[in-house]
């Protein structure tokens, strides 16, 4: 093991060759002089991955110390490394970088400066110190640099570990140290695992402080008006967020805290594969000069992006910061929400396109979590499977579960929030059989909900998930609101209906909850 200490080791990463807090041009140029990607006709960043062309959460570990063993919740998610594996890797790591030219980006978690936390990131390669620049906040030019309560990000791709002697799972790894303060990145290009990883953080620290963290994204009306949308990775999140009549206040990541809710990221981390001008005209307008375009293709004699193709990944990524959406939220803070959307993919076909929920059907429906992980997302997802990720989010979720669902029901009980939970994946049949809901008509349904449209219409209960289902909704043709409606075979459609009922039953066993929540608001089988 090496002789320094690990901060005397941070500060030795720090000094020589170490290029700080550059300009997103500079950084730009400095990716482009070092063959890392190239600019395209907008303007962007084109860079690739790799391998790792999205998470990697097999190869993510918490190490397990005196701070973190009584309050992780350990197990398949959070899974425990000791102090002394870490500690070998890192020096390892350090001794790997100290000759390489390194960028250093000073920043912050969370817009809210009572809550927000001061992070460091160090970076082998330049365009993933840009990508921390746009996706983090950034630091005021008259700011002095935070260093009390500060995480670092130490994220050197070029270095692989050698599972057998390092004791990782494979030659990428993701290690948080709580008590160190440190996040070890390694093996892997995709830049994705830095905000995730402090998102993580922002999960464990912010509920000691009384603030519930979130993975949503939020926007905000003229009136004042808040809404949430909470929903895995490619359910919609960012593009049902991103609406021309509303101010963006985040698209991924949030806190709720006593006065209301605030983004804890800088920028926007949009999917862009399929992307169009005329379905989603912000996102396709913020891919300009700054941003960072992973993975897509493009045409080799024009040079123009080609956001159809999935040739490297479906999960084709661009990273910009808040203010290229017109209208964004400055700062990204505002009041308690009066609308929350949970968003699921279901890739069976039988839940409805929109259904509001009582609250305890809305706290099931939060730790239960259902969606389909698409595909890209994660390695080796090729196509939608049914899941199962508590608080919608369990991946970044280092405490238990019911720490999360206990905030979300008093915030919801305060400030007499509805609820409603919008099905974005398929209709008409399951996946390979249905189709993809119309985003024309899901933007519909989620604008109704947001201006209190649906409050005056009238609702039938469903009879497997006890949902209960608008029998109107304006612009949205009413045969398309009962799922069993658009099935030709009703009978495959009941016969669906009950196996993911079954499962979500199946799923809720795991938790050790005194609420009777499976019983008053989960399935009817």
């Not at 002394?84 to 817009?111: C, P, Q, S």
């Not at 160090?122 to 030019?141: G, P």
């Not at 939970?421 to 008509?441: C, D, E, I, S």
């Amino acid at each position: 093991m090496s002789v320094l200490s690990i901060p005397n080791a941070l500060m030795q990463l720090l000094e020589e060759q170490a290029l700080c807090d550059l300009s997103v041009a500079q950084l730009v140029e400095h990716s482009i002089s070092r063959q890392e990607g190239h600019l395209t006709p907008t303007g962007a960043l084109r860079t690739l991955t790799g391998t790792y062309t999205g998470r990697s959460p097999k190869d993510k570990f918490i190490v397990r110390d005196r701070l973190s063993e009584q309050d992780v919740d350990w197990g398949n998610v959070n899974q425990p490394i000791s102090e002394a594996v870490f500690e070998k890797l890192y020096f390892k790591v350090i001794e790997y970088l100290k000759d390489k030219e390194r960028y250093v980006f000073n920043g912050y978690a969370g817009t809210d400066k009572r809550y927000r936390i001061p992070i460091r990131v160090i970076n082998e390669r330049a365009w993933h110190n840009l990508f921390a620049h746009q996706l983090f906040v950034r630091r005021s030019t008259d700011d002095p640099i935070e260093t009390e309560g500060l995480f670092t990000i130490v994220s050197a791709p070029g270095f692989k570990a050698d599972p057998v002697v390092d004791g990782t799972h494979s030659e990428a790894f993701v290690l948080v140290s709580f008590e160190k303060r440190i996040v070890l990145i390694g093996g892997t290009e995709y830049a994705g695992e830095m905000k995730k990883s402090i998102f993580s953080v922002m999960n464990y620290v912010l509920p000691k402080k009384n603030v519930f963290p979130m993975h949503c994204s939020a926007n905000v009306g003229d009136a004042g008006d808040v809404a949430l949308f909470f929903g895995l990775s490619g359910t919609g999140k960012t593009t049902l967020s991103a609406d021309p009549f509303r101010r963006l206040i985040g698209d991924d990541e949030h806190g709720w805290s006593e006065d209301g809710v605030f983004n804890i990221e800088g920028g926007c981390y949009a999917k862009c594969i399929h992307l169009s001008p005329e379905k989603e005209p912000q996102i396709w307008n913020a891919i300009r000069f700054g941003t960072v375009l992973e993975n897509v293709d493009y045409h080799a004699v024009t040079g123009e992006i080609d956001y159809s193709s999935s040739k490297y990944t479906e999960n084709t990524r661009a990273a910009y910061p808040i203010d290229y959406i017109p209208g964004a939220q400055l700062p990204s803070v505002a009041g308690h929400p009066n609308v929350i959307i949970f968003l699921t993919a279901d890739a069976f076909g039988v839940l409805p396109p929109i259904s509001k929920l009582t609250k305890e059907q809305a706290m099931y429906h939060f730790l239960s979590g259902y969606t389909s992980k698409l595909a890209g997302t994660e390695r080796g997802v090729t196509e939608p499977e049914a899941t199962f990720s508590t608080c919608f989010g369990a991946p970044f979720l280092p405490l238990a579960p019911d720490v999360y669902a206990e905030m979300l029901g008093e915030k919801m009980e305060q400030h007499d929030t509805d609820v409603y939970l919008v099905n974005t994946g398929w209709t008409g049949g399951g996946y390979g059989v249905g189709q993809r809901m119309n985003l024309t008509y899901t933007r519909a349904m989620v604008t109704a909900a947001i201006q209190g449209e649906l409050k005056e219409v009238s609702y039938e209960q469903e009879p497997v998930f006890g949902l209960f289902v608008p029998t109107s909704c304006p612009s949205v043709p009413a045969e398309l609101l009962q799922p069993r409606n658009t099935w030709i075979d009703k009978e495959v459609y009941d016969q669906k209906a009950t196996e993911l009922a079954q499962l979500f039953v199946q799923n809720f066993k795991r938790f050790n909850l005194s609420t009777g929540l499976e019983l008053s608001a989960g399935p009817k089988l």
